[in-house]
Each structure stands twice: as C-alpha cells, then as structure tokens.
C-alpha cells in the first residue's frame, strides 16, 4: 500500500514539473521554426511572417507526434508528461485564433478538452491522463487568454 501511495504521490509531482519542461521544449521548438521561417523566407519584411500559419501547423505535427507516440510501449507516466507539450499548444493556437471572440475561444477550448476526455474514457486511461489534461488547459489559458 506504501509503494502505491509513494507511486501516487510521484506522479502527482513528475507530471506537472515534467510537463511544463516539455511545454518549455515546445515553445522553444516553435521558435526556432518561426525564427527559421523568418530568417529565410522573410528578410526583407519580417513582420509579414504568418504566425498563424505556423503556430496552427506546428501544433497539428506535435498532436501527430503525440498520437504516433501513444502507439509506442513508453510508460503511461511519460506518456502523460509528454501530453502536456501538444495538448497545451494545441488550445493555445485555437484561443490566440479566436481571440477577438472570447466565447468561440472559450467553447472551442472545452470542446477540445471534452474530446480529449472522451477518448481518455473511451480507451480506458489511467488517472494520470486526465491530471495532465488539466494541467494543459491550465497552462493554456493562462498564457494565451486575452487580457484586457
């Protein structure tokens, strides 16, 4: 029973601080791409870099990644740090997208963690899955959320 709880316990700690180094690694992975874009494509004019574009297209490879990753014998518990990185930049690209209407952004981000619930479920994932899920839309909201 003490192993169980030490367990528990460990990942309640491994998780979050993980995770957000995984979120870290994202952001920086992000801005080495944009940075490249810019740099190569867009010297002459770089505030006319498409930063939508390839937010919203590095996010859709990192959920890819990730799915690609599920299939692998990796542990649950890394496969949930590594949850953290796509799942977070996933909402973010959505709610910097419909910033200018905060109700889409807002619907549009419970609707992606009620899909990513769902399939929790549906395929019968650990506790884990779910904590990391939170700790995303967390994550995610306090970074991109507007501000007034």
Same mark, same amino acid.
Request: glycine share 2%; proline share 5%.
């Given at each position: 029973? $003490? ?9 309640? @700690?491994?998780?979050? /601080? ?14 080495? @791409? ?5 740099? @190569? ?5 770089? /505030? ?13 490879v990192l959920i ?8 692998t014998k990796l542990?649950?518990?890394? $496969?949930? *740090? *590594? ?9 973010? /690209?959505? *709610? ?6 905060? @109700? ?20 019968? $994932? ?23």
């Amino acid at each position: 029973m $003490k192993s169980n709880n030490r367990s528990k316990l460990l990942s309640l @700690v491994l998780i979050p /601080t993980c995770g957000l180094l995984v979120l870290a690694l994202c952001y920086l992975g992000y801005f080495a @791409v944009y940075m490249f874009i810019e740099s @190569v494509f867009f010297t002459n004019n770089p /505030t006319s870099v498409p930063a939508g574009i390839i937010r919203s297209s590095y996010a859709i490879v990192l959920i890819a990644v990730y799915l690609l990753l599920l299939r692998t014998k990796l542990s649950d518990l890394i $496969k949930t *740090i *590594i949850l953290i990185g796509p799942m977070t930049m996933l909402i973010i /690209t959505v *709610i910097l997208t419909l910033y200018l209407t905060p @109700v889409f952004a807002a619907l549009s981000t419970i609707l992606i963690t009620a899909f990513c619930i769902f399939l929790m479920y549906k395929y019968r $994932k650990p506790w884990i899955y779910y904590y990391a899920s939170a700790i995303s839309v967390v994550a995610a909201i306090a970074y991109a959320w507007p501000r007034s």
